[in-house]
T-cell receptor
């Protein structure tokens, strides 16, 4: 069974903390994505990566960075967490060989910044 | 990127077919139409996708109009577990899914 695994289901952090959200996929996919989801705003793309050590900004990259040192792992970093980063974070992966292939999502990490 | 229009919400009786429409009149020729759903507090789940032809799998059927400006997702025998938000999303050569608000489908007993 193919899987995208996010390291935490729920996370509570303090304002100003550095936060790491980890995502691992076991499908040897080239593409990996980080989204955040907020009520009324839908899923918004933060960053994505087409290959190891490559990253591209999505629609809302401010306040975030990413790391992709290995193909299977894509990390989202909040350098200094703020309350407006309280959200559901979703990781996804897909095969880059064609558009005729679906993306697989993790279960999400619900982050609360207090 | 193509924009989509979907009803905000729909109801369907359990056991009946649920037909979810999507308008994607600005879709380009090489963009696939993908459907995902998201059950409350879970990650999105892939349902089906297509380019020009109608498609069917174990979950659903996808009917795409000949001009590709709209499509309909059909859940043939809806169950209570099909209650979710359903997203219709074009996917282009940048491999990025652009998410709209989706349709909240409520299956009623």
């Amino acid at each position: 069974d193919v899987k995208v695994t996010q390291s935490s289901r729920y996370l509570v952090k303090r304002t100003g903390e550095k936060v790491f959200l980890e995502c691992v996929q076991d499908m040897d996919h080239e593409n990996m994505f980080w989204y955040r989801q907020d009520p009324g705003l839908g899923l918004r793309l933060i960053y994505f990566s087409y290959d190891v050590k490559m990253k591209e900004k999505g629609d809302i990259p401010e306040g975030y960075s990413v790391s992709r040192e290995k193909k299977e792992r894509f990390s989202l970093i909040l350098e200094s967490a703020s309350t407006n980063q309280t959200s559901m974070y979703l990781c996804a992966s897909s095969d880059s060989s064609s558009m005729n292939t679906e993306a697989f999502f993790g279960q999400g990490t619900r982050l609360t910044v207090v | 990127d193509a924009k989509t229009t979907q009803p905000t919400s729909m109801d369907c009786a359990e056991g009946r077919a649920a037909n979810l429409p999507c308008n994607h009149s600005t879709i380009s020729g090489n963009e696939y139409v993908y459907w995902y759903r998201q059950i409350h507090s879970q990650g999105p789940q892939y349902i089906i996708h297509g380019l020009k032809n109608n498609e069917t799998n174990e979950m659903a059927s996808l009917i795409i109009t000949e001009d590709r400006k709209s499509s309909t997702l059909i859940l043939p025998h809806a169950t209570l577990r099909d209650t979710a938000v359903y997203y219709c999303i074009p996917l282009g050569s940048n491999y990025q899914l652009i998410w709209g608000a989706g349709t909240k489908l409520i299956i009623k007993p």
